[in-house]
């Protein structure tokens, strides 16, 4: 008798602590979005978990957390709760990236300005602070690669400029000999690559007019490009990027074919027209375009 008393005692006295330690607090706030940003500690996550009342003990969580091998850094991601979730459920879920969330894919076309990357942002993600976007990106135009991404749907400008920037830098790492080869800085071949982005009807004609445009500037002509007019009157690149270039176009400008070409048409079917001279040109202007 005094065995089974013992007995009931003790699974009392576990259960009690596990609700005490472990079961979900009365108070749970579902639906709960954890947010964890890069840099986070255990402890950091554990504080802000019981501060709002997603666990009873950060030390069992910790614990359990340490349990599924994570260490004092925890990967970042956002983690939605629907419902009140036990501390070990919690730590399992992080600890497993089951975010309980899924991201969002936005796309920007090669030659997207800032204006127009924050204009998708807003249309993927209606939360999205596009004037802070792009007071942060100012200064930023073809640095901001052109690519597909995935974001949470509570992403912040900051993280957004972040990642685009760092596969800029990833795209450029392998080429970055190539652009000191060029004779040309790699702040005039982004320059020039958002020219072409612009100017060219993709990635064939590119390094040709890329050559004609360089020619230019190495004859002390005026660009003359459609896509930036005080070009007709002022002499040399633009002082920044028109748009953030794609990986062809940034090619283009570092490669760009060699010819005697100065001059340089699109007719109505896309298809380019080259001259050596002015009068060349024009006799395709009559040809082509009118």
Do not use: C
């Amino acid at each position: 008798m005094r065995t089974l008393l013992s007995l009931i005692l003790g699974v009392v006295i576990l259960v009690s602590l596990f609700r005490a330690l472990v079961a979900p607090p009365e108070k749970f706030p579902a639906p709960f979005t954890l947010t964890i940003t890069a840099g986070e500690t255990l402890h950091d996550i554990s504080t802000e978990l019981y501060t709002y009342h997603a666990i009873r003990s950060e030390k069992a969580f910790e614990v359990f957390m340490l349990a599924f091998g994570n260490d004092k850094t925890i990967s970042e991601g956002e983690y939605y709760f629907d419902k009140p979730l036990s501390s070990l459920a919690i730590a399992m879920r992080i600890s497993g990236k089951e975010f309980g969330i899924l991201k969002k894919k936005v796309t920007f076309p090669e030659g997207y300005t800032n204006v127009q990357m924050g204009d998708a942002l807003a249309k993927v993600f209606p939360h999205f602070n596009e004037d802070q976007f792009l007071l942060l990106a100012s200064g930023s135009q073809g640095s901001l690669f052109p690519d597909t991404y995935s974001f949470f749907p509570s992403v912040t400008p900051d993280l957004v400029i972040a990642a685009m920037k760092e596969d800029y830098q990833e795209k450029m790492i392998p080429i970055r000999a190539d652009v000191s080869k060029s004779g040309h800085s790699e702040s005039d071949i982004i320059i020039m690559a958002s020219i072409i982005q612009k100017e060219a009807k993709g990635n064939s004609d590119a390094p040709t007019i890329a050559g004609i445009l360089w020619n230019r500037l190495s004859m002390n002509m005026p660009l003359q490009v459609d896509a930036v007019p005080s070009t007709y009157t002022v002499k040399g690149l633009p002082s920044a990027p028109i748009d953030n270039p794609g990986l062809g176009a940034i090619e283009a400008a570092i490669h760009p074919v060699a010819s005697m070409y100065l001059y340089y048409l699109h007719d109505s079917k896309g298809t380019v027209h080259y001259a050596s001279t002015y009068q060349q040109h024009t006799q395709n202007i009559r040809k082509y375009l009118k």
